[in-house]
């Protein structure tokens, strides 16, 4: 009965490859988002969607491509990894109109 | 432009002394902040936020709209307090700046 969960928990890979990491949230809500937390623990938002929109892309490179299949899901993929992509991303999702985000339990991505 | 500053990037303190984490906001709207906290390789949660005005695992946290701070107080800190500590303003409906932590030790 896990609120928000992201798979895989850790990812090691090769620069250069393309991975995907996965969200899932039960609580119902209607909006999701991406945080990159770097190795300085700096935590930034990338993405968020509401309803499947698009609504918040900050400055990502366009190697990063998030898709969002439906209200409870938001994939993110990164295509030709570069090292510094190694961070820990998080999943996190909201209902609009109320405050409290809640957070998945990270990828750890390290890439080689 | 909205800025959430967080001065002190590790704190560290003695078990059962009192222990502050200092946040400023710079945000010309009005503000509403929360202190968002990660456990040693956990996911990061929500510990509290200034409208509520409660006080969660006896943390307390005041809105100073004149000094543009919310800090983070507790009068007795415990070991198991230990954790990342970040300081969040909310603005344009659902956006979340964080500051950069606050890494909290709490000696024995």
């Known amino acids: 009965d896990t609120a928000v969960s992201q798979t895989p928990k850790y990812l090691v890979t090769q620069m250069g490859n393309d991975k995907s990491i996965k969200c899932e949230q039960n609580?119902?809500?209607?909006?999701m988002y991406w945080y990159k937390q770097d190795s300085k623990k700096f935590l930034k938002i990338m993405f968020s969607y509401n309803n499947k929109e698009l609504i918040i892309n900050e400055t990502v490179p366009n190697r990063f491509s998030p898709k969002s299949p439906d209200k409870a899901h938001l994939n993110l993929h990164i295509n030709s990894l570069e090292l510094g992509d190694s961070a820990v991303y998080f999943c996190?999702?909201?209902?609009?109109?109320?405050?409290?985000?809640?957070f998945g339990p990270g990828t750890r991505l390290l890439v080689l | 432009a909205q800025r959430v500053t967080q001065p002190e990037k590790l704190l560290s303190v003695f078990k059962g002394a009192p222990v502050e984490l200092k946040c400023n906001y710079s945000y010309s709207g009005s503000p509403e902040l929360f202190w968002y906290v990660q456990y040693s390789r956990q996911r990061l949660q929500l510990l509290l936020r200034h409208i509520s005005r409660e006080s969660i695992k006896g943390f307390t946290a005041d809105l100073n709209k004149g000094e543009t701070s919310f800090h983070l107080k507790k009068p007795f800190a415990q070991e198991e307090d230990s954790a990342m500590y970040y300081c969040?303003?909310?603005?344009?409906?659902?956006?979340?700046?964080f500051g950069e932590g606050t890494q909290l030790t709490v000696n024995p």
């Open positions: 996190a999702s909201s209902q609009r109109g109320e405050e409290t985000q809640y």
């Open positions: 969040a303003l909310k603005w344009e409906g659902s956006r979340l700046t």
């Open positions: 609580l119902g809500h209607d909006t």
